[in-house]
């Protein structure tokens, strides 16, 4: 009783008008407390699209119908191959009123055609001008250029604060244009597991699976991010949902609107290793944050500003940053052309250098290469490593040689057990710099193969036949 007095006499003092205060009174009418969001969603589903892609596969014909005894049976031609469509289903944002719009990669990799169905029902052929694993985003181009689309205009991702109400926008499981309501959850979430630059928007808007590729918005009708996962048991919303921030896929448009067939970034050129507790400590650190340089590639945009190996990196243009994959965000997040201030902690004073905002050269030229023959190497894809194929293939900034881009499934290269990321240093004790040399070392006939290899920072040697 006690306990509810006290509530009670605190109730009556917040809800007591103050002395000399204006009058409470009610509202006289249903807009004075009418809260909606129709406002917004009025002016944002227009510029939120339906994509439907799907690619033929043609399955191949049993072996079976060449032998001459089956042909008697099925003639000479036999029965035809089999087709087999794949479909998928997502979402997209119209970002420019030219007809450009912006989804996830994972909505339309692999994928030969493209629809794009408007909320007024009208549906277009689109075309892919760019897509981008490392950010799981593409970009779509609908219309001839005559006509001008609804678009959404970008919010500044990075001035997002954790409780800001946002929309999401979509069409989950196929059932039409959706859009419900939530709040951001959290900010750089990392550890998804989908793209190499992991600093997600968490959400509780409801997202599922046809929510791929659309809106979050904030109540100015502003694009926020793309919604692109969801952690979820079942498969359906939990509350938990991701959306790439819209700063990410500003960098992606600009690039296809170059018309680059690749995304651009600025080049830092060192590798970096994530803060551990036991670091944390050495470096007299009260918690684990910022990124330490490992390694500074000679001639890079970091060693030209100074940056050196065991500096600590804390902030990019003066925002703070957690981790590797912080520091990854925010310095592929900035603008080519410049320069960016990183701040850096040295033997426990604090640095600043103006760090060049520069693609990475292509030097040497990659010279891709798919071997043929009789080698270990056979239906394995090489190029050159330069700066610019290490930062593509987020591999060690040092790293020089030549690199296994690809292995053929069911290729003697993939059987043997070469992987993507392999760098081949020697083979037959001959050292191999370039794409050249090993076209040249496949093309001989030893009796044995003796091949070593490079692989996450450790030496692996192979020998195969003899």
Same mark, same amino acid.
């Given at each position: ?291 330490? %340089?490992?390694?500074? !590639?000679? /001639? *890079?945009? @970091?060693?030209?500003? $100074?940056?050196?190996? =065991? #500096?600590?990196?804390? +902030? &990019? ?86 690199? %296994?881009?690809?292995? !053929?499934? /069911? *290729?003697? @290269?993939?059987?043997? $057990?070469?992987?993507? =990321? #392999?760098?081949?240093? +020697? &083979? ?39």
């Amino acid at each position: 009783m006690r306990r509810v007095a006290v509530i009670a006499l605190i109730a009556a003092a917040v809800l007591a008008p103050a002395a000399g205060a204006e009058e409470r009174r009610l509202p006289e009418s249903r807009q004075e407390v009418k809260l909606s969001f129709a406002p917004v969603v009025h002016a944002v589903t227009p510029a939120v699209v339906n994509i439907y892609a799907s690619r033929t596969e043609k399955r191949q014909r049993n072996a079976l119908f060449d032998d001459p005894f089956f042909r008697q049976f099925f003639g000479e031609g036999g029965p035809m191959p089999r087709e087999r469509v794949q479909r998928s289903l997502g979402s997209g944002v119209i970002v420019g009123d030219d007809g450009l719009v912006v989804t996830n990669n994972h909505v339309v990799e692999g994928m030969t055609e493209v629809r794009v169905a408007l909320s007024d029902k009208r549906e277009f052929e689109a075309k892919i001008l760019l897509k981008d694993q490392k950010a799981d985003m593409a970009v779509l181009k609908i219309g001839d250029g005559s006509e001008k689309f609804p678009k959404l205009d970008f919010a500044d991702s990075d001035a997002v604060q954790v409780g800001d109400l946002v929309l999401a926008v979509g069409n989950p499981f196929g059932v039409g244009q959706t859009v419900t309501s939530g709040i951001v959850s959290a900010l750089a979430r990392t550890q998804i597991g989908i793209d190499d630059f992991q600093s997600f928007i968490q959400t509780d808007a409801s997202i599922n699976p046809g929510n791929s590729g659309g809106a979050l918005v904030d109540l100015e009708g502003k694009l926020v991010g793309i919604n692109t996962a969801i952690f979820s048991q079942s498969g359906g919303s939990v509350g938990i949902g991701f959306a790439i921030p819209a700063n990410m896929v500003r960098v992606v448009l600009s690039s296809a609107r170059s018309g680059a067939k690749s995304v651009v970034r600025p080049w830092f050129g060192a590798s970096l290793q994530q803060v551990t507790p036991e670091i944390a400590e050495s470096l007299g650190l009260k918690h684990p944050s910022g990124a330490l %340089v490992s390694n500074v !590639a000679a /001639g *890079s945009p @970091a060693a030209t500003a $100074g940056v050196e190996q =065991g #500096d600590l990196l804390t +902030a &990019v243009d003066g925002q703070p940053i957690d981790g590797v994959e912080g520091f990854n965000y925010r310095f592929a997040t900035r603008p080519i052309g410049g320069k960016a201030e990183v701040t850096v902690t040295r033997q426990g004073a604090e640095k600043k250098f103006a760090v060049a905002l520069s693609p990475a050269p292509e030097v040497p030229p990659r010279e891709t290469r798919t071997l043929k023959g009789e080698s270990p190497f056979t239906g394995a894809t090489i190029a050159n490593l330069s700066p610019a194929l290490t930062d593509e293939m987020s591999l060690d900034q040092s790293l020089r040689g030549v690199v %296994v881009m690809d292995a !053929a499934d /069911g *290729s003697i @290269a993939q059987q043997l $057990g070469f992987q993507k =990321g #392999d760098i081949v240093r +020697a &083979v037959n004790d001959r050292k191999v710099q370039s794409v050249r040399d090993l076209v040249i070392i496949a093309g001989s006939q030893p009796s044995a193969w003796k091949v070593t290899i490079e692989r996450d920072g450790r030496t692996i040697t192979s020998v195969f036949g003899g």
